[in-house]
T-cell receptor
Framework: AQSVTQLDSHVSVSEGTPVLLRCNYS??????LFWYVQHPNKGLQLLLK??????LVKGINGFEAEFKKSETSFHLTKPSAHMSDAAEYFC????????????FGKGTRLHILP | KAGVTQTPRYLIKTRGQQVTLSCSPI?????VSWYQQTPGQGLQFLFE???????NKGNFPGRFSGRQFSNSRSEMNVSTLELGDSALYLC?????????????FGPGTRLTVL
């Protein structure tokens, strides 16, 4: 069975400092992994996706994520936080060639301090 | 290409009433999933429809039901509304390819039960 764990429910960083949002997954097969962002009162927007190609995935707005199979992790990073990055972030796993279930993490709320 | 649309965007009902929410997926997408988002529980999967058939179901009571039409549009119905049903209901259409299941989300319907 697949699952996804976002290790922090809240993360606070100062503007201009690096962002790290952690995600660990469990999957029996080759997973597809995604990060979504949700700004207040807005829908979910895809940030980036991993689909067994390059392990370092670049997304929109300067975000990146690295797939580490040995650590079953897919952490989201950004070198320098901006005030507009304040939002909730969801890590998502979907198994290939299985029942196509898509599992969301519980989310990490990112706070940007001025 | 138009995105996922959901109607209505906002809805206020009273306990005991029923409600029907509508979702139109992206053209060509045959799968529609529904999620409930609340501050306490996060994003919870309700059900998924593919080609007019319910393919996956989350852990919600039978008061929550859905259907999908031949044009892939989907409706979700909640009967005998309870206060706890107040939430943002998100619909997502899924693009299935050989190596990727990517969801595209609508803006959501915010339901308030009084």
């Amino acid at each position: 069975a697949q699952s996804v764990t976002q290790l922090d429910s809240h993360v606070s960083v100062s503007e201009g400092t690096p962002v790290l949002l952690r995600c660990n997954y469990s999957s029996s097969y080759s997973p597809s992994l995604f990060w979504y962002v949700q700004h207040p009162n807005k829908g979910l927007q895809l940030l980036l996706k991993y689909t067994s190609a390059a392990t370092l995935v670049k997304g929109i707005n300067g975000f990146e994520a690295e797939f580490k199979k040995s650590e079953t992790s897919f952490h989201l990073t950004k070198p320098s936080a901006h005030m507009s990055d304040a939002a909730e972030y969801f890590c998502v796993v979907s198994d290939l060639n299985r029942d196509d279930k898509i599992i969301f993490g519980k989310g990490t709320r990112l706070h940007i301090l001025p | 290409k138009a995105g996922v649309t959901q109607t209505p965007r906002y809805l206020i009902k009273t306990r005991g009433q029923q409600v029907t929410l509508s979702c139109s997926p992206i053209s060509g997408h045959r799968s529609v999933s529904w999620y409930q988002q609340t501050p306490g529980q996060g994003l919870q999967f309700l059900f998924e429809y593919f080609s007019e058939t319910q393919r996956n179901k989350g852990n919600f009571p039978g008061r929550f039901s859905g259907r999908q039409f031949s044009n892939s549009r989907s409706e979700m119905n909640v009967s005998t509304l309870e206060l706890g049903d107040s939430a943002l209901y998100l619909c997502a259409s899924t693009y299935h390819s050989g190596s990727l299941n990517e969801q595209f989300f609508g803006p959501g319907t915010r339901l308030t039960v009084l």
